[in-house]
């Protein structure tokens, strides 16, 4: 290889990198020392802000192939051809730690994919279990501050967990997985995913479908006790994942969903949109539809993985939301987060930026870098305002046949709607009753372990959630409690 010649940012050729320009050896530094200042200022500049939540996280490229068509159910283009395959990109995480927290935190891990589909990025932002604590994002603030560390002392707080979990029972199905022998995976590649919410599939006849992903992990479920994940390096998930790449043993995924039709909606003992709830196989079958593997570690960590920018907003024709209140606000919230965390232009880098031809009429901004998204590289002068007289000229414009079908609120009292009714008892309680001796026993010796932090009225109402549940979650945990 040839030697390369060091550069300042502007390319100029740098004639010494160790020595600042100063008066005499022992003299003040001078004003010429404009390469020193570009140094000194970039390196000023290399941190963004970390993700509110989700901040510390590994990402891998890889490819989705669809084993079976959906062209019944979607238009959308990634889901119609038997064999097709859709590049990737995925990001796990972990949820409440900072950058610099552990991979072996007792959390939710992040699951979030980006398909690079021929007809735009559809994101699937989800998690490593089908539901979540809350079911309106209104609480979502709130239950972050209550789960990341303590304001007054930066230290870990599990009474303000329990504190919040007393207080709001619709968080009691995905706090028994959180605290279950699932609750610390031993690393990325033995998860599954889920897109948690309920989402939308729409066909060419204007159908629309209700339907959850699942992402089955191929290479099993595997995990850690609280005592196993203590002596783990903190960034093993992330060495686990790199390396398994880097010597081809590629993890992968198979990828299910279960699908539900309006009217089944409509009649649904469940409500179908409420996140605190699965939807019982038994009701509604996984249909297996493809594979995922992850195949391709990233380049440059910051460049790609940090700068990458989910969003439940990213939909493609066919695909769509749900009336879910938790997702309705996540359609708003990604954009925003990116915006503040990346910039205005984050969709022009190449991890964000579609593999299909981008043509809107946003301009300009900070850091708009690719002519292709400002407005194209002809010489001539574009249109940047819609509608114009230049649609045989090739400027950009709606195309009807990919409006999605609408949706009927006709009766619907627009309210506030108090969820507080809601039975959050039983699928806690079934999950409950799937586990084993041992299970059960983890599990409240788990919850026993913070909740024995909290004050005896935290510890009460916990208890009286746990007895709704079953009965015997609750005496475990009380037993555990006393062992303490
Ligand atoms: C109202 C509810 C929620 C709000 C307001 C919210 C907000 C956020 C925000 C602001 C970020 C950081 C985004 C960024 O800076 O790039 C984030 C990341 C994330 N959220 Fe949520 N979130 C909510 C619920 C959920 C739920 C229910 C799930 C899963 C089912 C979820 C999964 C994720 C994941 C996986 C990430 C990380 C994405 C990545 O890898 O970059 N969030 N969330």
């Known amino acids: 290889m040839s030697k390369k010649t060091l550069t300042t940012s502007t390319g100029a050729p740098v004639a010494d990198d160790n020595n600042s320009i100063s008066v005499g050896p022992r003299g003040p530094l001078t004003f010429d020392n404009h390469y020193l200042f570009e140094k000194l200022a970039h390196f000023n500049r290399e941190r963004i802000p970390e993700r509110v939540v989700h901040a510390r996280g590994t990402a891998a490229y890889g490819h989705f192939t669809l084993t079976k068509s959906l062209s019944e159910y979607s238009i959308a283009d990634f889901l119609q051809t038997e064999g097709s395959k859709t590049e ?3 990001r796990f995480s972990t949820v409440g730690g900072g950058q610099d927290s552990s991979d072996y935190a007792r959390d939710p891990r992040g699951f979030a994919v980006k398909f690079y589909t021929n ?27 209550s789960q990341k560390k ?20 619709q968080s009691l199905h995905q706090m028994t997985i959180l605290m279950s022998d699932r609750g610390i995976p031993l690393s990325y590649r033995h998860v599954h995913g889920f897109g948690s919410h309920t989402l939308s599939l729409w066909n060419d006849k204007g159908e629309r479908y209700w339907v959850k992903w699942h992402f089955k992990t191929n290479q099993g479920i595997k995990t850690l006790t609280d005592a196993e994940a ?85 939909l493609v024709p066919g695909t769509g939301a749900s009336p879910d209140k938790m997702l309705q606000a996540r359609l708003l919230a990604y954009q925003d987060a990116h915006r503040y965390r990346v910039g205005v232009n984050h969709n022009q880098l190449p991890v964000n930026a579609p593999r299909c031809p981008v043509n809107h009429y946003q301009r300009d901004g900070f850091m708009s870098g690719c002519p292709m998204h400002n407005g194209g590289q ?30 009927n609120y006709a009766h619907a009292i627009v309210a506030r709607h108090d969820q507080s009714e809601e039975d959050y008892w039983t699928q806690a309680g079934d999950l409950y009753r799937v586990m084993n001796d041992d299970q059960k026993n983890q599990l409240a010796g788990n919850i026993a372990g913070g909740l024995s932090k909290a004050n005896t009225s935290i510890q009460e109402r916990m208890l009286a959630q746990f007895a709704k549940a079953d009965p015997d979650y609750a005496a475990r945990v009380k037993a555990a409690l006393e062992k303490i």
Do not use: C
């Open 88 to 90: 990737v990109f995925l």
């Open 378 to 407: 002809i010489q001539t002068s574009r249109a940047n305002y819609y509608p114009n007289d230049r649609a045989e000229a090739g400027e950009p414009a709606p195309d009807k046949r990919y409006e999605e079908p609408s949706m």
């Open 119 to 145: 007809e735009g990025n559809y994101d699937i932002v989800g998690n490593n279990t089908p539901v979540f604590f809350l079911n309106d994002p209104i609480k979502f603030p709130d239950f972050i501050h």
């Open 230 to 314: 203590v002596g783990k390096p903190a960034f093993g998930a992330q060495e686990d994942l790199v390396n398994a790449i880097n010597d081809g043993d590629y993890p992968s995924w198979t990828v299910k969903i279960q699908i539900m039709t309006q009217e089944e909606a409509e009649n649904y003992p469940i409500n179908p949109f409420d996140l605190t709830k699965v939807w019982p196989y038994k009701d509604h079958p996984l249909i297996e539809i493809g594979q995922l593997e992850l195949n391709r570690n990233v380049d440059n960590y910051f460049a790609e993985t940090e700068q990458s920018a989910f969003a439940p907003s990213n």
């Open 150 to 169: 303590n304001p007054q002392t930066n230290l870990p707080d599990p009474a303000a967990a329990f504190e919040f979990w007393a207080n709001h029972p």
